[in-house]
Antibody, heavy 120, light 107 residues
Framework: EVQLLESGGGLVQPGGSLRLSCAASGFTFSSYATAWVRQAPGKGLEWVSVISSSGDNRYYADSVKGRFTVSRDNSKNTVWLQMNSLRVEDTAIYYC?????????????WGQGTLVTVSS | EVVMTQSPATLSGSPGERATLSCRASQSVTSNLAWYQQKPGQAPRLLIYGASTRATAIPARFSGSGSGTEFTLTISSLQSEDFAVYYCQQYNNWPLTFGGGTKVEIK
């Protein structure tokens, strides 16, 4: 059974940092790109970042570029999202999700999300 | 950036009725369009990809159509478990973008 489990969310002050983790199991992790998608309270879905299956290619939304860094360790079946210079508008549930077709396609498996709250 | 616009924002329907949801892209995304369902407190679930291919274990009452800039998700006969928010997403261009969602509620 495919499972994605996020952790690392919490309350942080504006300007602070947080590192989210996404631990995967039940599939060949190194064959699939992984994405981060967030959802602000009561709002829609916003794509944040994708890292390719090998980790060689990384993509970011303009809203987080230069502040967030995605990385992965295929030997640990884990993806991380390092979030720096956090802003109030980064408050959201952060989901990790797996791409359907390796490094391409929509997201067919999702974790349950971890809540990040940026507030003073 | 490809802007995805969904309509209507809210759709009120009764069990057994047909529901038609629309998604428009600001430029062509060919057939690289997916639909997701999200219920309160849950992660999104992939329903349709490639504009018209049902994902694993998705009931046949869900169907997708369209290409280029105009897409439709049809629920042929609403069931109680279908009342949720539906999002379209294009994966043809960076950045990946979602529509604002359509809430399907019970009339």
């Amino acid at each position: 059974e495919v499972q994605l489990l996020e952790s690392g969310g919490g309350l942080v002050q504006p300007g602070g940092s947080l590192r989210l983790s996404c631990a995967a199991s039940g599939f060949t992790f190194s064959s699939y790109a992984t994405a981060w998608v967030r959802q602000a309270p009561g709002k829609g879905l916003e794509w944040v970042s994708v890292i390719s299956s090998s980790g060689d290619n990384r993509y970011y939304a303009d809203s987080v570029k230069g502040r967030f860094t995605v990385s992965r360790d295929n030997s640990k079946n884990t993806v991380w999202l390092q979030m720096n210079s956090l802003r109030v508008e980064d408050t959201a549930i952060y989901y990790c999700a797996q791409r359907l077709n390796g490094d391409y396609g929509p997201f067919d498996y999702w974790g349950q999300g971890t809540l990040v709250t940026v507030s003073s | 950036e490809v802007v995805m616009t969904q309509s209507p924002a809210t759709l009120s329907g009764s069990p057994g009725e047909r529901a038609t949801l629309s998604c428009r892209a600001s430029q062509s995304v060919t057939s690289n369009l997916a639909w997701y369902q999200q219920k309160p407190g849950q992660a999104p679930r992939l329903l349709i990809y490639g504009a018209s291919t049902r994902a694993t274990a998705i009931p046949a009452r869900f169907s997708g159509s369209g290409s280029g800039t105009e897409f439709t998700l049809t629920i042929s006969s609403l069931q109680s478990e279908d009342f949720a928010v539906y999002y379209c997403q294009q994966y043809n261009n960076w950045p990946l973008t979602f529509g604002g969602g359509t809430k399907v509620e019970i009339k």
